[in-house]
């Protein structure tokens, strides 16, 4: 495709000053090197997968009914299964291959087929499987672990209440010890504690992992996971279990999500996954983490894969839809104001680059965050670094990066879909179908707003620790001192932060804003300002009543959030400067260069009204930003093909026939019989010309 599409080349500088530190005005990328780059530390795997996903066996097939989606989808896990695929994350003493970086990186994938397969795999392995392995000992995996590999055992992960989704904390299911019985006994005591949205609830799931309150002695312990049998080998739920059907959804009709109610339900008590938490046969409890607060959050920290995968698919569909609007944009013609003969290719107008491009830079600045999110996380839970603030961190980093990436996702969805036109609400062409499925990605493994303001008090903790002891005047006199000394001087950002007229031309402040120390520091800069102005005004919520300090603390909600959105755009940013430092080829490397700077300044350029009014850039460098932004896009536009193409992608997972030649072909035929139509002096004449 990208051999044979249209690439005009609209981005020759015009001055010698616009050429100023440009080492090629033309270059080439090499798409099968940069490809091989973003597929990342598991590139092999990767690429097993997709060849998984090219199968028509496990790909989504449009017009089924929810019914028959779901079958569809458990016999396509079946398929994995049969296959060896589903195995990489699981104990090698029970046939699996203790990979669990590869084995995230492999389920990823599965969004080319089907996001409802990639999520109902990982419901059962990645959510109901990781717990078991994770959370129990080795009496539950050499119990539960074989049937839950081989899918004899299809099970639901039931955290999540109809009354309490992010604040698992607070989730009012209980599981009562009887030391009598040595039976745990577990009740959802009224409606909103029913365990809800649970994939595998509705139909397939014959046990679950069950998080509940753990009473004993008359004394929460706090929440714990318990292994409990759900139906019989009819599907007929045992006694005291009940559940609903949630019905259909707004996307992932693939999986039967339900609802899942108990009421004096008794399971043994070697049935609680133990590894940190334990009950004795009279009833003691005890474990290993003294701490009820950490110990929870230690439970809760061995789970983020969900979020890691999350992170990586919304990531993929991201890149999919560019794809291919940007390979429709570049077939489809309309409108000829710069001919008498030949119409305009979409991508050759500034607003239809403008809609793509700055996306395209946001989604290869993913690909290079999650691959080091990805490599975290294996070190974690390979052991490799495995501290607890190594866990802290890994949590951070998924409290910060799947919100981006999945509120991305659906924005490129939406306006890939828009920059189609009519094609684009076809469903044959994918993405109102993707749009439909990522729609959920958003509130999964937690709600994205929640999950930023985790963020945010982890970046209020790090600093609070950094001023400990400081009394309210020194921290004062440090929040008002740091944007006029510490963030300009030790940063650099005085220069930047100065007139036009100290720099002479537009052209040297355009060079400084290239300069890549210059757009980390405005980042960062922002980003501390932010999290200092809070941390200032929150100094004393501890001292407050506890009503008004939560009463402070909610005033200051929206910029906590926005602080941790900064964060986060700040740490993709340096995954891509890092991957650029990687890229060895002097052209691509220039080509990402660009991207790159068009990700950074178009950050700025979005946050604009936080740097003017806090005196970062003057009206003057602000509108520099804009105009380089788009110089930035009309230089990209010749490769706006190849850098799609280097996401790897053939037809059979795109599977739309916009991006696979459809287009082109009509265009050629449309062409081919206008200029048959003037050679042959039978066209007709138009009416204007008469006059």
């Given at each position: 495709?990208?051999?044979?599409?249209?690439?005009?080349?609209?981005?020759?500088?015009?001055?010698?000053?616009?050429?100023?530190?440009?080492?090629?005005?033309?270059?080439?990328?090499?798409?099968?090197?940069?490809?091989?780059?973003?597929?990342?530390?598991?590139?092999?795997?990767?690429?097993?997968?997709?060849?998984?996903?090219?199968?028509?066996?496990?790909?989504?097939?449009?017009?089924?009914?929810?019914?028959?989606?779901?079958?569809r989808?458990?016999?396509?896990?079946?398929?994995l299964?049969?296959?060896?695929?589903?195995?990489?994350?699981?104990?090698?003493?029970?046939?699996?291959?203790?990979?669990?970086?590869?084995?995230?990186?492999?389920?990823?994938?599965?969004?080319?087929?089907?996001?409802?397969?990639?999520?109902?795999?990982?419901?059962?392995?990645?959510?109901?499987?990781?717990?078991?392995?994770?959370?129990?000992?080795?009496?539950?995996?050499?119990?539960?672990?074989?049937?839950?590999?081989?899918?004899?055992?299809?099970?639901?992960?039931?955290?999540?209440?109809?009354?309490?989704?992010?604040?698992?904390?607070?989730?009012?299911?209980?599981?009562?010890?009887?030391?009598?019985?040595?039976?745990?006994?577990?009740?959802?005591?009224?409606?909103?504690?029913?365990?809800?949205?649970?994939?595998?609830?509705?139909?397939?799931?014959?046990?679950a992992?069950?998080?509940?309150?753990?009473?004993?002695?008359?004394?929460?312990?706090?929440?714990?996971?318990?292994?409990v049998?759900?139906?019989?080998?009819?599907g007929?739920?045992?006694?005291?279990?009940?559940?609903?059907?949630?019905?259909?959804k707004?996307?992932?009709?693939?999986?039967?999500?339900?609802?899942?109610?108990?009421?004096?339900?008794?399971?043994?008590?070697?049935?609680?996954?133990?590894?940190?938490?334990?009950?004795?046969?009279?009833?003691?409890?005890?474990?290993?983490?003294e701490?009820?607060?950490?110990?929870?959050?230690t439970?809760?920290?061995?789970?983020?894969?969900?979020?890691?995968?999350?992170?990586?698919?919304?990531?993929?569909?991201?890149?999919?839809?560019?794809?291919?609007?940007?390979?429709?944009?570049?077939?489809?013609r309309?409108?000829?104001?710069?001919?008498?003969?030949?119409?305009?290719?979409?991508?050759?107008?500034?607003?239809?680059?403008?809609r793509?491009?700055?996306?395209?830079?946001?989604?290869?600045?993913?690909?290079?965050?999650?691959?080091?999110?990805?490599?975290?996380f294996?070190?974690?839970?390979?052991?490799?670094?495995d501290?607890?603030?190594?866990?802290q961190?890994?949590?951070?980093?998924?409290?910060?990066?799947?919100p981006?990436?999945?509120?991305?996702?659906?924005?490129?969805?939406?306006?890939?879909?828009?920059?189609?036109?009519?094609?684009?609400?076809?469903?044959?062409?994918?993405?109102?179908?993707?749009?439909?499925?990522?729609?959920?990605?958003?509130?999964?493994?937690?709600?994205?707003?929640?999950?930023?303001?985790?963020?945010a008090?982890?970046?209020?903790?790090?600093?609070?620790?950094?001023?400990?002891?400081?009394?309210?005047?020194?921290?004062?006199?440090?929040?008002?001192?740091?944007?006029?000394?510490?963030?300009?001087?030790?940063?650099?950002?005085?220069r930047?932060?100065?007139?036009?007229?100290?720099?002479?031309?537009?052209?040297?402040?355009?060079k400084?804003?290239?300069?890549?120390?210059?757009?980390?520091?405005?980042?960062?800069?922002?980003?501390?300002?932010?999290v200092?102005?809070?941390?200032?005004?929150?100094r004393?919520?501890?001292?407050?009543?506890?009503?008004?300090?939560?009463?402070?603390?909610?005033?200051?909600?929206?910029?906590?959030?926005?602080?941790?959105?900064?964060?986060?755009?700040?740490?993709?940013?340096?995954?891509?400067?890092?991957?650029?430092?990687?890229?060895?080829?002097?052209?691509?490397?220039?080509?990402?260069?660009?991207?790159?700077?068009?990700?950074?300044?178009?950050?700025?350029?979005?946050?604009?009204?936080?740097?003017?009014?806090h005196?970062?850039?003057s009206?003057?460098?602000?509108?520099?930003?804009?105009?380089?932004?788009?110089?930035?896009?009309?230089?990209?536009?010749?490769?706006?093909?190849?850098?799609?193409d280097?996401?790897?992608?053939?037809?059979?997972?795109?599977?739309a026939?916009i991006?696979?030649?459809?287009?082109?072909e009509r265009q050629?035929?449309?062409?081919?019989?206008f200029?048959?139509?003037?050679a042959?002096?039978?066209?007709?004449?138009?009416?204007?010309s008469?006059k």
């Open positions: 495709m990208a051999d044979t599409a249209v690439r005009p080349e609209t981005d020759a500088p015009t001055t010698v000053e616009q050429r100023e530190d440009e080492t090629s005005s033309d270059p080439r990328i090499d798409v099968a090197v940069l490809g091989r780059q973003l597929l990342g530390t598991w590139a092999d795997i990767r690429l097993s997968s997709r060849e998984v996903a090219k199968q028509p066996e496990v790909q989504r097939i449009d017009g089924l009914s929810m019914a028959e989606h779901r079958e989808v458990l016999g396509q896990l079946h398929y299964v049969a296959n060896g695929h589903v195995n990489r994350a699981f104990p090698k003493a029970l046939g699996g291959q203790d990979d669990a970086g590869g084995n995230i990186a492999a389920f990823e994938e599965l969004v080319l087929a089907d996001p409802s397969l990639q999520i109902k795999s990982g419901v059962q392995w990645g959510l109901f499987g990781a717990a078991v392995l994770h959370l129990g000992t080795e009496y539950h995996h050499e119990t539960f672990l074989p049937g839950i590999m081989t899918l004899d055992v299809p099970g639901a992960f039931a955290m999540t209440e109809t009354g309490h989704g992010s604040d698992v904390a607070s989730i009012a299911t209980t599981a009562t010890y009887d030391p009598d019985t040595e039976e745990f006994v577990i009740d959802t005591p009224f409606r909103g504690a029913w365990k809800d949205y649970l994939g595998n609830a509705a139909l397939h799931g014959k046990d992992v069950v998080f509940a309150q753990l009473i004993t002695k008359g004394v929460n312990h706090g929440v714990h996971a318990f292994y049998h759900l139906r019989d080998d009819e007929v739920f045992l006694d005291g279990i009940g559940g609903e059907d949630d019905g259909l707004g996307g992932l009709n693939g999986i039967d999500n339900g609802r899942l109610h108990f009421s004096g339900v008794r399971v043994p008590r070697v049935n609680l996954l133990n590894r940190y938490g334990d009950v004795a046969a009279d009833g003691t409890y005890s474990s290993p983490i701490s009820p607060g950490r110990r929870f959050f439970m809760l920290g061995t789970l983020v894969q969900g979020r890691v995968s999350l992170d990586g698919a919304a990531t993929t569909a991201s890149a999919m839809a560019l794809a291919i609007a940007i390979r429709y944009g570049s077939e489809r309309q409108f000829n104001a710069a001919s008498d003969t030949e119409e305009e290719v979409l991508l050759d107008y500034q607003r239809h680059q403008r793509l491009l700055p996306r395209l830079a946001t989604t290869y600045a993913q690909v290079f965050a999650h691959d080091e999110f990805l490599v975290k294996d070190a974690v839970f390979s052991g490799k670094a501290t607890d603030d190594d866990r961190d890994l949590e951070t980093l998924a409290a910060a990066l799947k981006l990436s999945t509120w991305h996702a659906l924005d490129t969805l939406q306006e890939a879909r828009e920059a189609c036109g009519g094609a684009g609400f076809l469903a044959e062409n994918r993405l109102v179908g993707l749009r439909q499925d990522l729609d959920i990605y958003v509130t999964f493994e937690g709600d994205n707003n929640v999950l930023l303001q985790l963020v008090k982890r970046l209020l903790t790090d600093f609070s620790r950094k001023f400990a002891g400081a009394d309210a005047g020194a921290l004062a006199r440090y929040v008002v001192s740091q944007a006029a000394d510490r963030a300009y001087h030790g940063s650099g950002l005085r930047i932060a100065q007139t036009v007229s100290d720099f002479g031309s537009t052209a040297r402040s355009v400084d804003l290239r300069d890549p120390d210059t757009q980390r520091g405005l980042l960062t800069d922002r980003v501390e300002t932010m200092e102005e809070i941390a200032g005004r929150l004393d919520a501890r001292k407050l009543p506890k009503a008004e300090s939560a009463a402070l603390f909610n005033a200051n909600q929206n910029e906590l959030i926005e602080a941790a959105r900064a964060h986060a755009e700040l740490l993709q940013w340096e995954a891509f400067t890092r991957g650029l430092e990687q890229t060895e080829h002097a052209e691509t490397k220039q080509v990402l260069t660009w991207l790159r700077d068009l990700f950074g300044l178009g950050l700025l350029e979005q946050h604009m009204s936080w740097y003017l009014i005196g970062r850039l009206p003057q460098r602000a509108q520099a930003v804009t105009a380089y932004v788009d110089r930035l896009i009309a230089r990209l536009r010749p490769h706006a093909l190849d850098l799609v280097a996401f790897g992608f053939e037809p059979e997972h795109l599977r026939s991006a696979t030649g459809a287009e082109a050629h035929e449309a062409r081919a019989y200029e048959a139509q003037r042959s002096g039978t066209a007709p004449v138009p009416e204007k008469k």
